[in-house]
């Protein structure tokens, strides 16, 4: 497996990610992020995210895939090889990647950065997709503008601490198949039709609210839109679905009435993410800045 490696800048450091990211292909070529895939294997095919499997085509196999799709990190030789390249020019490398409590490629990661030659330092964002976004962009865009590797790193915490995300699930049968949540939680919302809201707290998926048709959904996300319109500095906002295209670009026209000034990027989810998920699911990320 090849991964996308970024073209050589004279940088003093590079900056790594995983494809759970939200990233632009335009924000990866200008800040020269190396992405590292992640595989997924749905009914004993095995698809390489961004490679040989692309985020429409996903859910459409998902949806007729007889089992749930099983996701799985790079092998542990292929972040060595990568990070070895990418320090022999001299260069550190920050590799940055989704929190441990979703998948065990940020440890894949450290053991890798431990037996590099190269000097690697390994962060768990406790977030990912569009909320890990926040911070790699951050490391990047210092990175380029020549910034010492512990400013840097100082920011990554400053952005992570900053950092909201919110998920809303409509079926809760692919997170609890996945491990993501109890059983006892899935079986009470999948009996009494329950939409949940989940809130990223310290890496983990906890359960803000949760109640019986979308108008829990909808009634949350507005109040979330308002909390959003009286928070100063606002620098970023993001949006990342599986396959609700209609909820999410209504929401997305809301929060630009309400923040004309703040970027909203608006996505499909990796596999990784829709994975556990699963269909209708979306979530709302932002961070703020002092």
């Known amino acids: 497996m090849e991964e996308s490696v970024a073209d050589p800048v004279m940088a003093t450091i590079k900056i790594v990610t995983d494809s759970s990211v939200q990233l632009t292909p335009d924000e990866i070529k200008k800040y020269q992020i190396t992405v590292i895939p992640l595989s997924v294997m749905i009914d004993d095919t095995v698809y390489v995210d961004g490679e040989t499997l692309t985020r429409p085509q996903f859910v459409t196999l998902m949806n007729e895939a007889k089992a749930l799709p099983k996701t799985s990190q790079p092998p542990i030789g292929h972040f060595i090889e990568l990070f070895d390249q990418l320090g022999e020019d001299g260069s550190s490398v920050i590799a940055l990647h989704m929190t441990d409590a979703i998948s065990g490629t940020v440890d894949t990661a450290r053991q890798a950065a431990s037996i590099s030659k190269s000097d690697v330092t390994v962060i768990d964002t406790r977030e990912t997709d569009r909320g890990m976004a926040f911070q790699v962009l951050t490391a990047a865009k210092m990175a ?46 999948n009996i009494l039709n329950m939409k949940v809201i989940f809130e990223m707290v310290d890496g983990e998926l906890q359960v803000r609210t949760k109640g019986r048709g979308v108008k829990t959904v909808n009634k949350f996300m507005r109040e979330i839109i308002n909390n959003l319109s009286q928070l100063p500095h606002v620098k970023g906002i993001g949006i990342s679905h599986v396959a609700a295209d209609k909820v999410v670009n209504e929401f997305k026209a809301q929060l630009q009435a309400a923040l004309p000034n703040v970027p909203v990027l608006v996505r499909e989810t990796s596999p990784i993410i829709a994975t556990y998920a699963g269909m209708g699911a979306f979530a709302l990320m932002y961070y703020t800045e002092d």
Do not use: E, F, H, P
């Not at 590797?149 to 400053?158: E, F, G, N, P």
């Open 144 to 189: 380029q503008a020549g910034a010492t590797k512990a400013d840097v790193l100082a920011a990554i915490d400053r952005v992570r601490d900053s950092t909201k995300l919110y998920m809303a699930v409509m079926s809760l049968d692919n997170i609890v198949k996945g491990g993501r949540v109890s059983r006892v939680t899935g079986l009470i919302s």
